[in-house]
């Protein structure tokens, strides 16, 4: 059965709680401002430094050898990424050849979830209804038990043994004749699932089992504690990359505006379709953002008028009511507000398009002003005539 818990507040307690969350929904407004400002500026200088950077780039069709010539160039490039070491985990007696080879780990545990309801109560204040339930879960690391809710699950976890992910990386990784620097090498993926059958890891409550190094009694019916270990590895191949030369290797290209570029994509692309992909990605971003900003502003202002709703909540329907009107208005002028942000930042860092918009808005509202204007008005409506009496004959 599930455990509940009641938690009271007073009126008093609601109205400190809402005169707190006017300066919290102050300073989230003021970050939510920043955010969408800072938001455009980025988009803009990344979509400036692709395209200038489109126009320095050079095609190389083969980077088998290095070349002087291409030494501090922008150049786009396929190649296999590969290397010859053998990386291994001491703990697990583990060797691939590999780029990249990432243990990961699991526990078994009681995973807390809960579930609120709150109702209002006449005089303003309020009662809250919290229901806990607890399922047994494969995690990423283990879980405090000692802060549950219910006593009955407090302490129950527990672990067989303390695991650690870890993650060994190849010193060097070749690309024809280049080697790449660390941080395209983490831009490999790990995807390969390393073959732990010839592992020696079998022991007394250690199986192997479906590529997993299990510790447990019985692997089919994991019980509270048990741990599960396995092994990924990046093993390279086809590559593109979009980066600047630096002798044997390659550094991110940096633009007059402060935006890099280091790319690195698995698979064979042109160098077209690498750039469209980082156009795309940047119109994504920007949108994500404006997102977000959009929704920061709308939560700042329901937490700065939250106050009126606690206000009124002395009446529970007075207060409901009262809720609805903030979210109505807390959202149309966080949508209105989030515009003007926008359209500001982009007189600052698009001022064509912005003056472009402005035209256009100002030419509509017109329009629309004078079809207001020069709508034929309604014709009244005339009074129906008044019934004659028949004529009769003198």
Known sequence: MAFQEVTKMSYGSRLGNSLRGIIAG???????????WWNEGR?????????DSAKECVDVADVSSVDPALNGKLIHATAV???????????????????????????????????SDSKDKIGGGQETVTTYSYSRQWVDSPVDSDEFSDPDYKGSNTVRVNVEDKTVTADKVSFG???LPKSMVGSIPAATTVNLSQSPANGVDVFVVNNFIYYGENPDTPAVGDVRVSFLQADGGD?????KVNGNTFEPYVHKNGKSLCVLSMGVHSMDEMYESQRVANKFLSWIFRILGLLLVIAALRSMFSIVVAIL?????????????VNLVTGIVGTIWTLLVILVAWVVWRPA?????AVAICLLVGFLIYKSK????????????????????A
């Open 177 to 179: 004749g280049y080697v």
């Open 239 to 243: 590559a593109s990359i979009l980066a």
């Open 313 to 325: 909540k002395v009446l529970p329907f007075l207060g409901n009511v009262a809720q609805v009107g």
């Open 43 to 51: 988009a803009v200088k990344t979509s400036k430094m692709l395209k």
């Open 81 to 115: 990424a590969q290397t010859d070491e053998i990386l291994t985990d001491p703990d697990y007696g583990i060797s691939v050849n590999a780029i990249r080879l990432v243990r990961n780990v699991e526990y078994y545990q009681w995973v807390e979830e809960s579930e």
């Open 26 to 36: 102050l300073v989230l407004f003021i970050a939510a401002t920043a955010l969408l």
């Open 353 to 357: 398009l912005a003056i472009v918009l």
């Open 374 to 393: 020069t709508a034929p008005a309604p014709a009244p409506e005339t009074a129906p005539a008044a019934p004659q009496a028949p004529k009769t004959d």
